[in-house]
């Protein structure tokens, strides 16, 4: 069985685990190293709550949640999915609440919509699945969970109860990681492994041309104002001693293919590579590793960039080179207005299409790097991937097909 890795944060990494799983569940192998990076909205708040009234240090759960989803083989699978998505609204504190409290919380309210008509088509089939049936499933794989206590002061609102599943047994699972991993494993049947870069903190700034330094994912991807391009990345000082997961060393050296999928190429990409020791098992592993090209650049983070300047990036960044460059060669014919919306979105903010130029691939075809064209971009989303089309090329590459 053909053994693949993928690396990049958990969001843009699910949709491709989940069409990976569904088509090729019975031919690959999958190993899935999510960055740990993220220090936005409510992950952060859960983040800072941890830090100031426990002072510990939550490796944070929003990326892992969607991967660990998309490669589910429960039964439960989709009910899992709205009850771990759902958010609360309640402004009472955490700690007031036991698992099982919230457990059924999120129940009535989807009951709820239910009976009022709200989401039927998404959630009529679940009703019928007795809640003591699910209390007994997940009670199966620990006894305890339903009566975990999270003693935050913090508020229940905007929360979502994934995220505060996830931080409660890690709390009580004696502050490890990998044992909340273990359970969530379990819990959702996945079979692949989901693996946090780090379990550290990962803390991450940019280093400008001009010397200037952005510190905090967050700020880097989506707030600051640039004065000068991005020269380097770093981790910041109280996450230096960063070094990775136990399971990515394994997971790298005995893959055939590492995957790695684009977009914001810094804090989600670069960011996994500057983990202690990270980049030495890249360099020692025999898998080839594809590049998924980037369909456009992004606002600051990667202005004027053309292709081979990305895989310039990831390049340095990993110690080796890249041995298969997967680009799209098909521009969207979209209207004005469509192309205002495309420009206008948060992941591309003012840029256009990146296509690669016939110089560049020669000279990415001098470097030993075969170049790959294909129509990949998913017409609904304007600058998105398109999922099928990648499993496609993908799949070819892997069989040599």
Same mark, same amino acid.
């Given at each position: 069985?053909?053994?693949?890795? &993928?690396?990049? @944060?958990?969001?843009?990494?699910s949709? %491709?685990?989940?069409? +990976? *799983?569904?088509? =090729? #569940?019975?031919?690959?192998?999958?190993?899935?190293?999510?960055?740990?990076?993220?220090?936005?909205?409510?992950?952060?708040?859960?983040?800072?709550?941890?830090?100031?009234?426990?002072d510990?240090?939550?490796?944070p759960?929003?990326?892992?949640?969607?991967?660990?989803?998309?490669?589910?083989?429960s039964?439960?699978?989709?009910?899992?999915k709205?009850?771990?998505?759902?958010?609360?609204?309640?402004e009472?504190?955490i700690?007031?609440f036991?698992?099982?409290?919230?457990?059924?919380?999120?129940?009535?309210?989807?009951?709820?919509f239910?009976?009022?008509?709200?989401?039927?088509?998404?959630?009529?089939?679940?009703v019928?699945?007795?809640?003591?049936?699910?209390?007994?499933y997940?009670?199966?794989?620990?006894?305890?969970?339903?009566?975990?206590?999270?003693p935050?002061?913090? &508020?229940?609102? @905007?929360?979502?109860?994934?995220?505060? %599943?996830?931080?409660? +047994? *890690?709390?009580? =699972? #004696?502050?490890?990681?990998?044992?909340?991993?273990?359970?969530?494993?379990?819990?959702?049947?996945?079979?692949?492994?989901?693996?946090?870069?780090?379990?550290?903190?990962?803390y991450?700034?940019?280093?400008?041309?001009?010397?200037?330094?952005?510190?905090?994912q967050?700020?880097?991807?989506?707030?600051?104002?640039?004065?000068?391009?991005?020269?380097?990345?770093?981790?910041?000082?109280?996450?230096?001693?960063?070094?990775?997961?136990?399971?990515?060393?394994?997971?790298?050296?005995?893959?055939?293919?590492?995957?790695?999928?684009?977009?914001d190429?810094?804090?989600?990409?670069?960011?996994?590579?500057?983990?202690?020791?990270?980049k030495?098992?890249?360099?020692?592993?025999k898998a080839?590793?594809?590049y998924i090209?980037n369909?456009t650049?992004?606002?600051?983070?990667?202005?004027?960039?053309?292709?081979?300047d990305?895989?310039?990036?990831?390049?340095?960044? +990993?110690?080796?080179?890249?041995?298969?460059?997967?680009v799209?060669?098909?521009?969207?014919?979209?209207?004005s207005?469509q192309?205002?919306e495309?420009?206008?979105?948060?992941?591309?903010?003012?840029?256009?299409?990146?296509?690669?130029?016939?110089?560049?691939?020669?000279?990415?075809?001098?470097?030993?790097?075969?170049?790959?064209?294909?129509?990949l971009?998913w017409e609904?989303?304007?600058?998105?991937h398109?999922k099928?089309?990648?499993?496609i090329?993908?799949?070819?590459?892997?069989?040599?097909?």
């Open positions: 069985m053909i053994k693949v890795t &993928t690396i990049w @944060w958990g969001n843009g990494q949709n %491709l685990l989940d069409w +990976l *799983f569904c088509y =090729l #569940w019975d031919k690959i192998e999958i190993s899935s190293i999510v960055s740990m990076s993220d220090d936005g909205r409510t992950t952060w708040e859960l983040m800072r709550a941890f830090e100031t009234e426990l510990t240090h939550l490796p759960p929003w990326d892992l949640r969607r991967c660990l989803f998309s490669l589910s083989n039964k439960y699978r989709d009910y899992f709205l009850i771990f998505e759902y958010t609360f609204l309640n009472s504190s700690k007031n036991t698992i099982f409290e919230l457990f059924k919380q999120v129940n009535k309210e989807l009951i709820f239910w009976k009022a008509d709200f989401l039927k088509d998404e959630i009529h089939k679940f019928e699945i007795e809640s003591w049936d699910l209390y007994n997940i009670s199966s794989i620990s006894k305890d969970v339903f009566s975990f206590k999270l935050l002061s913090s &508020t229940l609102k @905007w929360h979502k109860f994934w995220n505060l %599943l996830m931080a409660s +047994l *890690f709390y009580n =699972l #004696w502050k490890d990681y990998d044992k909340m991993l273990n359970f969530m494993h379990k819990l959702l049947e996945v079979n692949s492994e989901v693996i946090p870069v780090t379990t550290k903190k990962a991450i700034k940019a280093i400008l041309w001009n010397g200037e330094i952005i510190e905090s967050d700020r880097i991807s989506n707030v600051a104002n640039y004065n000068s391009g991005i020269s380097d990345l770093e981790l910041s000082d109280c996450s230096i001693d960063a070094s990775h997961n136990k399971k990515v060393h394994e997971a790298i050296i005995k893959s055939d293919f590492i995957v790695i999928w684009p977009w190429l810094f804090t989600s990409i670069i960011s996994n590579f500057i983990i202690s020791w990270v030495d098992s890249i360099k020692q592993t080839k590793i594809i090209w369909s650049n992004k606002l600051w983070e990667t202005n004027g960039l053309t292709q081979i990305f895989v310039n990036k990831i390049e340095r960044f +990993l110690g080796r080179r890249i041995d298969i460059f997967l799209n060669d098909k521009k969207l014919d979209l209207s207005e192309k205002q495309f420009q206008n979105d948060i992941s591309v903010k003012g840029w256009d299409y990146l296509f690669i130029s016939n110089g560049e691939k020669l000279e990415l075809e001098r470097r030993k790097i075969k170049v790959i064209k294909a129509d971009l609904s989303s304007f600058y998105k398109s099928k089309r990648l499993v090329e993908l799949e070819k590459i892997f069989f040599n097909k």
